[in-house]
């Protein structure tokens, strides 16, 4: 019996992801992307295996008109993996942490 439900589970999961590469596939690129420093280069930068990577693609970044859009873009659709904005995963994941514990103790603060 566990076995169906792992399968199932499996086929949902296959299917969401489908559902949602579909809609990326339709979507256009924000318009901020114009000005990117990164606009056109090897996409491939960006999703890194290891820190020498990571820390190649944030040097891109710096200094990069759009990177606050950028990074705000992949904070809003909570995008898991790359460098995005001049931030990594990792960095990412801390400032949404921040943030939430930020928003936690104003809230807390205005009671």
Avoid: K
């Avoid at 199932?8 to 000005?35: K, L, N, S, Y």
């Avoid at 710096?62 to 950028?70: L, T």
Wanted: aromatic share 4%; with cysteine; net charge positive.
């Amino acid at each position: 019996m566990a076995g169906i439900h792992r399968t199932a589970g499996a086929q949902v999961g296959r299917r969401q992801a489908t559902d949602r590469a579909d809609r990326i596939a339709g979507m256009q690129p924000p318009p901020w992307t114009e000005h990117a420093h990164c606009r056109g280069m090897d996409p491939s930068i960006f999703f890194p295996s290891d820190g020498i990577g990571v820390q190649e693609a944030v040097a891109v970044c710096a200094g990069c008109p759009v990177r606050d859009a950028c990074l705000d873009y992949a904070l809003e659709n909570r995008i898991q993996h790359g460098v995005f904005g001049g931030h990594s995963e990792r960095s990412r994941d801390r400032l949404l942490r921040e943030r939430r514990r930020a928003a936690r103790t104003s809230v807390d603060s205005e009671r």
